[in-house]
């Protein structure tokens, strides 16, 4: 069964730094794409970074670029989002997604996680 879980949320503080994990299970994980999304409160959901699975190619959106670092571990079949400068829009729970190929962004998702709160608040 196909199974994503992030972890590392938190609250912090602006300016500070947070490191997302996203762990995969379940299907073959060095195949695929996988990205990191967003939810803010009353908000859309938004894609923030993906990075393929041939070459490691990543994309951000502009909101985050300079700021944030996705890199991934096929061996531990994990994904990371190092997210620096954080300021209080970037609050939000925060989500990994699989793409449905090996590049990425693309509008095919399969898989999600539930999901880990980020808040960042003096």
């Known amino acids: 069964q196909l199974q994503l879980v992030e972890s590392g949320g938190g609250l912090v503080q602006p300016g500070g730094s947070l490191r997302l994990s996203c762990a995969a299970s379940?299907?073959?994980?060095?195949?695929?794409?996988i990205g990191w999304f967003r939810q803010a409160p009353g908000k859309e959901r938004e894609l923030v970074s993906c990075?393929?699975?041939?070459?490691?190619?990543?994309y951000y959106a502009d909101s985050v670029k300079g700021r944030f670092t996705v890199s991934r571990d096929n061996a531990k079949a994990t994904v990371f989002l190092q997210m620096n400068s954080l300021k209080p829009e970037d609050t939000a729970t925060y989500y990994c997604?699989?793409?449905?190929?090996?590049?990425?962004?693309?509008?095919?998702?399969?898989?999600w996680g539930q999901g880990t709160l980020v808040t960042v608040s003096s």
């Open positions: 997604a699989s793409f449905t190929e090996y590049n990425c962004p693309t509008n095919a998702l399969d898989a």
């Open positions: 379940g299907f073959p994980f060095y195949y695929y794409a």
């Open positions: 990075i393929s699975s041939e070459y490691g190619s990543t």
